[in-house]
Structures are given as C-alpha cells and as structure tokens.
C-alpha cells in the first residue's frame, strides 16, 4: 500500500513538474494578430444543470444559455466485435458586450464512432483487433447578432479518425460571402512533439488572421487556461460574431476534454 501511494506522489508530482515547466507557452498564432490584439484570459464560471460554461472574457459574457441532454444511440454485433455508436448534444446561449449588443447562438454536436473490438475466448487468449475504423466529429453553430436574420452566420468543423482513410480536419466560420478558415494549432513549434502542448484554432481570411482561441493550456494540467484573441483592426459587430464563435468551440471542446479527463 506505501509502495503504491510512493508512485502515485511521484506521478502526480512529474504531471505537476511538466505543467509548471509549461505553464507560460500559448499557442502559437500570426504575429499580426499578436501585435494587432489583446491577450484575453478566459473565465470559465460554472456550469450549473442545463446550462454552459459561464464564459467571460474582455468586454463579452455568456448572459444566458441553455443544455439540452446527451443523447448515445450503440449497437453492436452478435459476437462484439464490431461496435457502433452515435453521441448527440444540442446547446445554446446569448452572448453580450459592453454595448449591449447580443449574439444569439444555437449550436449541435454529433459523434459517430464505428471500430472493431477485440473479444476474449479463454483466459490469456483472445481473438480479433482494437481498431477505430472511423470517428466522426461533426459540429456547427448558427449566430444571429441583435436579431438580424438576414445576416446570419455558421460555424462548421468536421474532424475524421479513420485506421482505412487517415485523419481529416474541414473547418471554417461564414455567412455565404465571407468565407473564414479554421487552422487548429498549438504550442508545439515544427521541431516540437511534446506530450502535452497547448491547442487551440486560429481563424483567417485572405491570409489575414482575425482573431484566435486557446481552449487547452499547455502541461498535464491544462484545464481551465484558455485564451481568446481578436483582432483590434475590425468593427464592434464583427468582433462579437468572432467571440460567439470563439465561446460556442470552447464549450464543445471544454467538454471533450473534461470527457477524456
């Protein structure tokens, strides 16, 4: 039992080394938006039942959302070794300025899951493979600002993990004229392949970025440290339609990763 507690402090003593070590290194962005923009810290509030985060950064605040639950539809063949599984969650939330402008946002999440498991005969024997064939990440957002209908706004980012296809990413944030790219990133530099970096998007339009997200810090404790950048270069309106965004990724990111925690 002394044994077991003495790795234990160990572990957690390495995990807490390696996030203080980290602890000052962000994603890395454009260097215009770096020099164009204030580093927001991100206060995440609580998360009481049917609600969001309570996000708060800058000038912008969640004032109201809602939750809707998480629904998990699986099956599974006769044997188990094939699986199947469909996650689906729905949420939205009003998003405020200083100048009482809102952005209304309702948003949907859907994870598909299809692998192959492995299945044991006899003790010390199996038979079959532990594969994901593919895992589907498909999440969108619809963003009116003071009620304005006609100038609406989506967010799309579609993850794929398949052993067959290889891994995909498609991500981009428009109203059907203006067409805004979403590049994931961290705070890994070319020649870096740390464990644990920092991560986050950065979203850019004709080569110019416009504003950033950090929604895992660096280190093993990277929970709670996310970051909102955006571009000091556009209008009141534009900024806040990038902050619902921003705030709409980092409740679904934010709770894949309390998931996987």
């Keep these: 039992m002394c044994k077991l507690a003495f790795k234990t402090c160990i572990i957690v003593l390495f995990l807490l080394a390696t ?19 204030e580093m927001l810290n991100v206060k995440m509030g609580t998360q009481k039942f049917g609600k969001i985060w309570n996000f708060r950064f800058g000038e912008y605040a969640v004032v109201k959302s809602k939750m809707g639950l998480t629904i998990t539809k699986s099956k599974d063949s006769f044997w188990g070794t094939k699986s199947e599984s469909i996650t689906s969650e729905k949420f939205s939330f009003v998003l405020c300025n200083q100048k009482s402008d809102s952005a ?7 994870v598909e899951v299809k692998s192959l498991n492995e299945i044991q005969l006899f003790p010390n024997f199996s038979w079959g493979t532990n594969e994901l064939l593919k895992g589907d990440n498909i999440f969108f957002a619809y963003i009116v600002v003071n009620q304005d209908t006609i100038d609406k706004w989506v967010v799309f980012i579609k993850k794929t993990e398949s052993s067959q296809t290889g891994n995909s990413f498609l991500a981009f944030l428009t109203n059907g004229s203006r067409d805004i790219k979403i590049f994931p990133t961290s705070s890994n530099k070319e020649s870096e392949n740390k464990m644990f970096p920092a991560r986050g998007y950065e979203l850019i339009e004709n080569g110019q970025s416009l504003s950033a997200i950090q929604y895992l810090g660096s280190g093993a404790l990277g929970f709670n440290k996310s970051v909102v950048w955006i571009s000091k270069n556009l209008d009141d309106r534009m900024k806040l339609i990038l902050a619902a965004a921003m705030t709409a990724v980092l409740q679904i990111e934010t709770t894949n990763v309390t998931r996987n925690m």
């Design 104 to 110: 209304i946002v309702n948003a949907a999440n859907k």
């Design 19 to 37: 996030d203080l070590v980290s602890a000052q290194k962000n994603i890395i962005i454009s260097d215009d938006l770096s020099a164009n923009s």
